[in-house]
């Protein structure tokens, strides 16, 4: 065997460990083969969503067992003590800027 055939398959037996290498272990090495294909699925849940729709509940009610109301029970006095007595008012006529002779010329065509 000449030096050139060994020194290259050097270089791929060190490239291929090098690249094998590559992103570190999974995490999952020890795990009985018949196991990996459910583990690799998501072990039943629906690619997650299940495990995601628990973790924004969790989020959105910041780990405590209190609704909502709680935060609107504690807010409290309105700023304006009228305020809850205002009626909402129709806006003001805003006046167009087309001439009203062409409405009427408009109208008349049909």
């Not at 065997?1 to 791929?12: A, F, G, K, L, N």
């Not at 090098?18 to 990996?36: F, H, K, T, V, W």
């Not at 409290?76 to 010329?105: C, F, I, K, N, T």
């Amino acid at each position: 065997m000449s030096e050139e055939p060994r020194w290259e398959q050097e270089e791929v037996d060190a490239a291929a460990a090098e690249a094998g290498a590559i992103g570190g272990a999974a995490g999952d090495e020890q795990l009985d083969p018949a196991e990996r294909p459910v583990a690799e699925a998501g072990e039943g849940e629906a690619e997650g969503f299940e495990q995601a729709e628990d973790e924004l509940i969790e989020n959105a009610s910041h780990g405590d067992q209190q609704s909502a109301r709680v935060a609107f029970h504690d807010r409290g006095q309105d700023e304006d003590p009228l305020a809850a007595d205002q009626v909402d008012a129709e806006a003001d006529e805003e006046h167009s800027s087309e001439r009203e002779d062409d409405d009427a010329e408009h109208r008349g065509r049909g």
